[in-house]
């Protein structure tokens, strides 16, 4: 990833593999615009103990985001497992460290999106996409869901809804993201990449 280019960054938290999957295919979704690239982040669980130290670098999947990739990025897709219809407690404790981006208004006009995945077709989808955006809300950021323009989102049988891709992980959480749900993430992507391309360009940012 060049330094001047602008970058779309997706930031999760997954136990099981099912948010990490749902994250690498919008990934390929932003990646296929030009111009623009997609940079994956996550965040370290939380320990109710307070001596419990997780290493800086996790052993495996995407690196650890810090405030500076929330700062330079040109937008933002959120992904969690949803825990009680609402966010992941690891991802929401990394989203309460970021008032001093708030402060200096960092994250203002740029675009975002979540998306999330539950054991089951009815397991708080909806309620914890909505609750992701609260944060966005406050930053000032301009928020997108996934439009009906996207015939997938009228047919699918699982996973998706407007307010950002969903999953149907299934009660072990091993069932693989399908067709649907992978089309829906692309979609998802490519649209997050071309208003962070628009939004960019409106900042008057500088690209390569």
Known sequence: MSDSTPFVLILYYSRSGATAA?????????????????KLRTVPPVSPTCDAVDPEIPEEGAIYADLEDLR??????????????????????????TSSLWMNGALIDKPA?????????????????LT?????????MVYAGVPYSETTLINTQTGGTPYG??????????????????????AQGKRMARLALALHHMRGEKTS
């Open 113 to 129: 999106s979540a998306f999330t995945s539950t054991s089951s077709l009815h397991g708080g989808q909806e309620s914890t996409l």
């Open 72 to 97: 330079q990025c040109s937008g933002l897709v959120l992904g969690s497992p949803t825990r009680f219809g609402n966010m992941a407690a690891p991802l929401k404790y990394f989203l309460d460290t």
């Open 22 to 38: 749902m994250a690498h295919q919008i990934a390929a979704g932003v990646e296929s615009i030009p111009g623009i690239e997609a």
């Open 165 to 186: 891709t969903s999953h149907v992980a299934g009660v072990r959480s091993d069932r693989p993201v399908d067709e649907d749900e992978r089309l829906l993430c692309v």
């Open 132 to 140: 992701m955006l609260v944060p966005l809300l406050h930053h000032g």
